[in-house]
């Protein structure tokens, strides 16, 4: 098993930045990638970022493309989000996720194939 804990969230305004973190304890050995989903209400969770546990590749989702940085730190277990130039449509919950089974290049965005979630953290763009 692997649990996951989200911390940083918060309000900020407009153009602003912000970053969240997660830290994944347990058997950290086992997981393949890791991810950021965020669900804003009324609508769907979105894929937002993700990166494999071992190597650097990362991944991200359309509309956070040149804003958002996903990065491990390994020593700590923890993966980073840094998002910038944040606008109001980035307000959501964010969630963490890990998967510990391999995961196609073109499927990171899928929800289901992470088995693992955090509890979420608020994430608030004022306008």
């Known amino acids: 098993q692997v649990q996951l804990v989200e911390s940083g969230g918060g309000v900020v305004q407009a153009g602003g930045s912000l970053r969240i973190s997660c830290v994944a304890s347990?058997?950290?050995?086992?997981?393949?990638?890791a991810g950021w989903f965020r669900q804003a209400p009324g609508k769907e969770r979105e894929f937002v970022a993700a990166i494999r546990w071992r190597g650097t590749s990362t991944y991200y989702g359309g509309s956070v493309v040149g804003r958002f940085t996903i990065s491990r730190t390994s020593a700590s277990n923890t993966v980073v989000l840094q998002m910038n130039s944040l606008e109001p449509e980035d307000t959501a919950v964010y969630y963490c996720a890990a998967n510990p089974s391999t995961i196609a290049s073109a499927d990171y965005y899928r929800a289901e194939n992470y088995d693992y979630w955090g509890q979420g953290t608020q994430v608030t763009v004022s306008s």
């Open positions: 347990g058997l950290t050995n086992s997981i393949y990638a």
